[in-house]
C-alpha cells in the first residue's frame, strides 16, 4: 500500500495541477462565453442542453441535474427567462411545480451549442490515441 504522504503530495499535485491546466484551457473560466464560443455563461449554456435532452424538466430537476443549490437554479432559471430563452409554467398536477420548456429561440440557441460542443469534444477525442479513450472517460 502507498504512504499516505506520497499520495497527498505527488498525486493531489499531480491530479489537481492536470485539472486546473484543463479548466483553465478548455476555457472554463470565462464567464461571459462558453468554451465553444456562444456568447453566454456556461450555466447557461448547460441548462439549455439539458433542457434540450428533457423538454418539460421541473425546475428541481434541472437544479440537480445542474448541482445547484434551489436559489441558484432560482436565479438562473429566472435569467433564461428574461432573456425569452425558456417558459417557466406551473405544473398543473401539482402547482409548487414549475416545468421548463424552451422558447423557439432557446431552442435555436441550444441546437447550435449542442452542435458546437459536440464539435469540440469530438476534437478533443481526437487528440486521445484511440486504444486510450475508454481509460481516459473511465477516468474522468
Do not use: Y
Not at 50 to 69: F, M, N, V, Y
Not at 78 to 98: F, K, S, T, Y
Amino acid at each position: 500500500m502507498e504512504d499516505r504522504k506520497v499520495l497527498e503530495g505527488e498525486w493531489a499535485h499531480s491530479w489537481r495541477d492536470a485539472i486546473h491546466r484543463f479548466v483553465r484551457q478548455f476555457g472554463l473560466l470565462e464567464t461571459t462565453t462558453t468554451p465553444c464560443g456562444h456568447p453566454l455563461p456556461t450555466s447557461h449554456a448547460h441548462a439549455l442542453l439539458e433542457l434540450l435532452r428533457s423538454p418539460g424538466i421541473s425546475q428541481g430537476e434541472l437544479g440537480k441535474r445542474l448541482a445547484l443549490t434551489k436559489s441558484g437554479i432560482s436565479r438562473l432559471v429566472a435569467r433564461l427567462e428574461e432573456n425569452g430563452r425558456i417558459v417557466r409554467r406551473v405544473d398543473p398536477a401539482d402547482g409548487r411545480v414549475r416545468k421548463l420548456t424552451l422558447t423557439d429561440p432557446g431552442l435555436k440557441l441550444a441546437k447550435a451549442i449542442n452542435k458546437s460542443s459536440l464539435s469540440r469534444f469530438a476534437s478533443l477525442v481526437g487528440a486521445i490515441p484511440a486504444e486510450r479513450r475508454q481509460a481516459v472517460l473511465d477516468a474522468l
